[in-house]
């Protein structure tokens, strides 16, 4: 199954920049959607952003738009989150995800996950 790691979480000051990336063992990268999904503390999983297969199609959530900027390297099997302007209730662990066929906002409609990377945005 399709193994995805991500890195680039940190401690930043509010108002800094991060840089997420997700790392994919896909030998057929092009043809999976990404999501990036984040988890607080005593909150459910939500949706953070989406890139399609081609990377036509994107999609962010309320909270992040503006501030966040989802792209995809498919020679690299890599997907990226630009995340400006950090805000403290940015703080969680952030997860990148893949599925087949079609792009999706929902966390259910992901089959592979990776482990996840903090982001601890500090006021």
């Known amino acids: 199954q399709v193994q995805l790691v991500e890195s680039g979480g940190g401690l930043v000051q509010a108002g800094a920049s991060l840089r997420l990336s997700c790392a994919a063992s896909?030998?057929?990268?092009?043809?999976?959607?990404l999501g990036w999904f984040r988890q607080a503390p005593g909150k459910e999983r939500e949706f953070v952003a989406a890139?399609?297969?081609?990377?036509?199609?994107?999609y962010y959530a309320d909270s992040v738009k503006g501030r966040c900027t989802i792209s995809r390297d498919n020679a690299k099997n890599t997907v990226y989150l630009q995340m400006n302007s950090l805000k403290p209730e940015d703080t969680a662990v952030y997860y990148c995800?893949?599925?087949?066929?079609?792009?999706?906002?929902?966390?259910?409609?992901?089959?592979?996950w990776g482990q996840g990377t903090q982001v601890t945005v500090s006021s």
């Open positions: 995800a893949a599925r087949g066929s079609w792009v999706s906002t929902r966390t259910r409609d992901y089959s592979y």
């Open positions: 896909e030998s057929t990268f092009s043809n999976i959607n």
């Open positions: 890139i399609s297969r081609s990377g036509h199609n994107i």
